[in-house]
């Protein structure tokens, strides 16, 4: 067995996000990481949780004889640091955007139920060795948002990803690491 190439992380990272049609594949890197995909600039760095709900049958005996995953999460958290309407459009789940007459407007709100964008999420952490992790999932908005326009600091609006399947097999979460050819 080949030796373990374990690596360090220290940093953040790129935040690239781009409106999700269920079903449909997750661009390749070269067509999702491009600037219309890539969010300003973060800041806080970013966090990602996963947390499995298990169920375990359990005898008299008061042995566990089984476990069971019943229920996986992934949560994807961030704060954004540079921002547009665009940004706002994609981070808020029931945010219309529109342009017209010289401005562009995000409207927040209304009567009706609607649906729940959903938007494909990929994370770029790149290592001291020039190699990228990549973090990608399809989620949608799941915290809301407050913006904070304060005289002595900049505005940072916290943003939370809930992941939802982005294949059939109900995958989450993709986490990849670049490698040198063997």
């Known amino acids: 067995m080949a030796a373990k ?41 970013a966090e990602i949780s996963y947390t499995p709900e298990i169920y375990e049958v359990v005898g008299d005996s008061g042995v566990c004889i089984e476990r069971f995953i019943t229920k996986e999460e992934v949560i994807f958290k961030t704060g954004i640091l540079k921002w547009c309407l665009d940004t706002l459009d994609l981070i808020c789940l029931g945010a219309v955007k529109s342009k017209s007459e010289g401005k562009e407007v995000v409207k927040i709100g209304g009567k009706g139920v609607k649906g729940i964008k959903q938007v494909a999420l990929r994370f770029v952490h790149t290592l001291s060795d020039g190699k990228k992790i990549r973090i990608t999932m399809v989620g949608t908005p799941s915290n809301g948002f407050t913006l904070t326009f304060n005289p002595e ?30």
């Open 5 to 45: 190439k374990e690596f360090v992380t220290l940093g953040s990272g790129d935040l690239y996000l781009t409106l999700y049609t269920p079903g449909s594949p997750i661009p390749e890197d070269v067509a999702f990481e491009v600037e219309d995909n890539k969010i300003g600039e973060i800041k806080g760095g």
């Open 153 to 182: 600091e900049e505005t940072v609006i916290d943003a939370e990803f809930q992941a939802m399947p982005q294949d059939a097999e109900g995958v989450l979460l993709e986490i990849s690491k670049e490698v040198d050819p063997e």
